[in-house]
């Protein structure tokens, strides 16, 4: 069965297609995810984009991917409303965002840069919680043309080795609730990827 993924935006929903292109590659016999893309990450956005799909659909197999940062923030009341709904188990959060997720793939130079550099700001700010617009320098720094819903770096086997070997590292302070999912189903036989 084809997993169905609200994304919050294009980055997830691009970076979906380069993991299905992956599964593709590797003989897997169908279409592993579908990405519907939610146009942001609020609560109400995406229980509006899941109603939607649901809609055309009752028996699929649904999960939520946006960025824990606007949930910590309780932004639009996003957090108050997920703990008030019945949704909470179908998120999955990128922790505290998308492109701490993409530096997971990357070398372990690149992955110290950014968590040290992250550690600055947070310390210089007095907040545990970065914006797009107090991090996206640093991350310009490591990939200079980078933009948001462009994908700059490679998906393949080793990269996707990297990220679950962060995930899985509790000294690793990055983590995403997609990658755990992703390898669930991998330790499920659900999907092969080499």
């Known amino acids: 069965m084809i997993k169905t993924i609200i994304c919050e935006g294009r980055s997830e929903y691009n970076y979906i297609q380069l993991l299905n292109r992956l599964f593709r590659q590797q003989h897997h ?7 519907v893309d939610a146009g942001g990450g609020f609560y109400f956005q995406v229980k509006r984009k899941l109603k939607e799909v649901r809609a055309e659909n009752r028996r ?36 505290m965002n998308f492109e701490d997720f993409l530096v997971m793939h ?28 107090e991090y996206l320098p640093a991350f310009l720094k490591l990939f200079p043309k980078y933009q948001k819903g462009v994908i700059p770096i490679e998906i393949n086997p080793e990269s996707l080795e990297l990220c679950f070997r962060r995930h899985s590292d509790p000294a690793v302070p990055l983590k995403n609730d997609f990658a755990g999912y992703l390898m669930s189903l991998l330790e499920l036989g659900e999907l092969v990827y080499k």
């Open 106 to 133: 990357c070398a372990d130079e690149t992955l110290n840069y950014w968590i040290e550099r992250c550690a600055e700001l947070r310390k210089g700010l007095g907040s545990d919680i970065l914006s797009s617009k």
């Open 60 to 95: 699929g197999d649904y999960r939520i991917w946006v960025d824990k940062d606007l949930y910590a923030r309780n932004e639009r009341q996003s957090s108050t409303a997920l703990h008030r709904g019945n949704l909470g188990e179908l998120f999955l959060f990128s922790v």
């Open 29 to 35: 016999p169908a279409q592993a995810f579908k990405p």
